[in-house]
Structure formats: structure tokens, C-alpha cells
């Protein structure tokens, strides 16, 4: 299983969409702020599309095939969320025609402390 996520993740790295390769563009070789950032990283068992580790940040592009599969989009936020990410979400054409703002989201986020990872479900809290 994990070659396979390896072999996934290369794969959506040589065949990313133009908001991805912008967004990269802005993102790799510390350019935002000295942040550094990996894309199409193997957390669990998904790939985010970006990822701040030191941050515990993930950044998802959503193109328009995201509209259809909303449940399982929120599914995943929520696992990943459990682990202890943030995840912001952002649309393909927000990237494509306004990068300034989607990148000052994702400042705004860094600048905050990421949450704790919650290793209770939420029957077995005090």
C-alpha cells in the first residue's frame, strides 16, 4: 500500500493543473515568508495537495469534479483535522485569478498555532 501511495503521489506531481503549477509557483523554495512547503504529500492514507508541516497546515485545490464529491471532501477534512491539520480549500479559478488573496489566507492561517490532535473519540472525553 505505501509504494502505491508513493507511486500516486508522483504521479499527481508530473500531472498537476494549472492552478496547482501557480500555486506551487508561489509556494516552493520557502518563497511565502520563509515557509516551507511540500505538494502532494502522503499523510495517512490521502495525498494533500500542499502541505506546511512545521505549520500543520494543508492547502486543497478544487476543481470543478470537488462540487460533486462534497461528502467525501468533508470526511477527509474531518480525518485530517483529527490528526491534528488545519485544512484550508480553495477553488482552481480562485488560484488562477486572484493567487494574491488565496495566498493572504493561507498567511493569516500560518500565523495562527496549530490545533492539538484529538486522540479521544468524542464519546470517550471527560
Given at each position: 500500500m505505501k509504494?502505491?501511495?508513493v507511486?500516486?503521489?508522483r504521479s499527481l506531481r508530473a500531472g498537476q493543473t494549472d492552478a496547482e503549477q501557480w500555486l506551487w509557483h508561489h509556494l516552493r523554495s520557502?518563497?511565502?515568508l520563509g515557509w516551507k512547503f511540500r505538494r502532494q504529500h502522503e499523510i495517512g492514507r490521502y495525498i494533500a495537495d500542499f502541505v506546511c508541516p512545521d505549520a500543520g497546515l494543508i492547502v486543497e485545490l478544487d476543481g470543478g469534479q470537488h462540487g460533486e464529491q462534497m461528502i467525501y471532501d468533508e470526511r477527509r477534512t474531518l480525518e485530517l483535522e483529527a490528526m491534528g491539520y488545519r485544512v484550508l480549500r480553495f477553488w482552481n479559478?480562485?488560484?488562477l485569478k486572484n493567487v494574491e488573496d488565496v495566498l493572504e489566507v493561507i498567511l493569516?492561517?500560518?500565523?495562527r498555532p496549530a490545533?492539538?490532535?484529538?486522540p479521544l473519540p468524542d464519546g470517550d472525553r471527560d
Open positions: 509504494r502505491l501511495n507511486d500516486s503521489a520557502r518563497r511565502l479559478n480562485d488560484v493569516e492561517a500560518l500565523a490545533p492539538h490532535p484529538n
